[in-house]
């Protein structure tokens, strides 16, 4: 009995057919970026349409004195926030310590100040002559309204009220360093102090800075009630101005442009800074503004190709 062999010659391979990638249709997105477009049209129509001098606001932004608001909002907020941190840290630590009475003491500051309006504390501060009339330290000694002045009391309202928040933000810092690092600088003969200034708290930093630098935006903001204490800073400046110009609102549209220029510039700033204490903790930084906008340019251009899923 002979096989028999197939003698039909094998068929070339054939390749697949290339799949075809179909864009899916997203609607609703379109529909909603619509509704938005349409939103903000009548937004900008009814400020167009108001009774509102625009072309005064550019003559206004560099005006002198409201220069010098600007000045005086941006160094008084360093100076709050400042204190604010120098005393926040003092207050975590507190608040941490095994002492009763240092962490009730800290407990109890902390509740105190986040939990009443930072206008009423200014407010407390400027007219705190009427608890105290004279000043009496010792080696000085001087009537309170001559030493409470508006600069001190917008100083002490906002950095005082500012510490409890950084306490807080410290202490989860300095929480979240494991308790394996403290225990192995003790091991090595470093004391408490020595093991927080330079164990501890570097650690914590990675946890620290991007709410301190919120809490620093905030700040900026925050200093607009120093107006109730008569202090020069920019909304000041930009209501005494109002007062002579009778350009109320064109003024407010000054303060604001100069509040988003402040905190845009302080807020690139937070970013590279957390972009360099994130080098430890992440295999790959974030990208730089300039990165993601390269990024979003090339998906853009990357639409409109054929093969290439939306």
Do not use: C
Request: avoid cysteine.
């Amino acid at each position: 009995m002979t096989d028999t062999v197939d003698k039909t010659p094998a068929s070339p391979s054939v390749p697949p057919e290339q799949i075809k990638a179909i864009p899916v249709r997203h609607y609703g997105r379109w529909v909603a970026a619509a509704v938005v477009i349409v939103i903000l049209v009548l937004i900008g129509i009814a400020f167009s349409n108001a009774n509102i001098n625009y072309g005064v606001i550019p003559e206004y932004l560099t005006d002198g004195t409201i220069l010098s608001g600007a000045w005086h909002t941006l160094y008084i907020s360093v100076l709050a926030m400042a204190l604010g941190l120098v005393l926040g840290v003092i207050l975590a630590v507190m608040r941490m310590s095994s002492n009763p009475v240092t962490s009730t003491v800290a407990y109890f500051y902390v509740w105190f100040f986040r939990g009443t309006p930072v206008l009423v504390q200014l407010l407390i501060w400027y007219n705190i002559a009427l608890v105290f009339p004279v000043l009496n330290l010792g080696f000085y000694k001087d009537e309170m309204n001559q030493v409470m002045t508006p600069f001190l009391a917008a100083l002490l309202g906002l950095g005082l009220n500012e510490a409890a928040y950084m306490s807080e933000i410290v202490r989860a810092g300095i929480q979240s360093v494991d308790e394996g690092q403290t225990e192995a600088s003790h091991a090595l003969g470093m004391t408490q102090a020595k093991t927080l200034r330079r164990v501890v708290l570097p650690q914590a930093m990675r946890v620290i800075v991007p709410p301190t630098g919120n809490e620093y935006i905030n700040m900026l903001k925050t200093s607009s009630l120093a107006y109730a204490v008569q202090f020069n800073e920019l909304i000041k400046r930009s209501t005494d101005v109002s007062s002579t110009s009778l350009a109320v609102v064109e003024m407010y549209f000054v303060a604001s442009i100069w509040y988003l220029a402040l905190t845009s510039v302080f807020s690139v700033g937070q970013y590279y800074l957390e972009r360099r204490y994130a080098r430890g903790s992440t295999r790959n930084l974030p990208p730089t503004p300039l990165q993601r906008l390269k990024k979003n340019l090339r998906l853009f251009n990357s639409f409109g190709r054929p093969g290439v899923t939306r």
